[in-house]
């Protein structure tokens, strides 16, 4: 059974930091592209960065130099480092296990984080 199971959520002030995990189990996680996605409300569901099972790394426009992705393979874990928040960063974010041109493709249940004064 394939689990992706994220924490690391919250209420934060803008400029703050937050630190997302999704931590993978029933799969073998270094074989998987991950992915982080958000979704705010009345909005599509956007990807905010992913990670090949090489290593490398795309990031929306919109976090790019504030947001950074990684993954311990060893721990089957997920990172996303997310500094100087702002409150359009506010969204359910979702882990994603992604490959085989998407023939796989599983999904956390979300956390919340919220981006407010």
């Known amino acids: 059974q394939v689990q992706l199971v994220e924490s690391g959520g919250g209420l934060v002030q803008p400029g703050g930091s937050l630190r997302l995990s999704c931590a993978a189990s029933?799969?073998?996680?270094?074989?998987?592209?991950m992915n982080w996605y958000r979704q705010a409300p009345g909005k599509e569901r956007e990807l905010v960065a992913g990670?090949?099972?090489?290593?490398?790394?795309n990031a929306a426009d919109s976090v790019k130099g504030r947001f950074t992705l990684s993954r311990d393979n060893a721990k089957n874990t997920l990172y996303l480092q997310m500094n100087s928040l702002k409150p359009e960063d506010t969204a359910v974010y979702y882990c994603?296990?992604?490959?085989?041109?998407?023939?796989?493709?599983?999904w956390g249940q979300g956390t919340q984080v919220t981006v407010s004064s």
């Open positions: 994603n296990a992604k490959r085989t041109a998407g023939l796989y493709d599983y």
């Open positions: 029933g799969i073998i996680f270094r074989m998987y592209t």
């Open positions: 990670i090949t099972s090489g290593g490398s790394t």
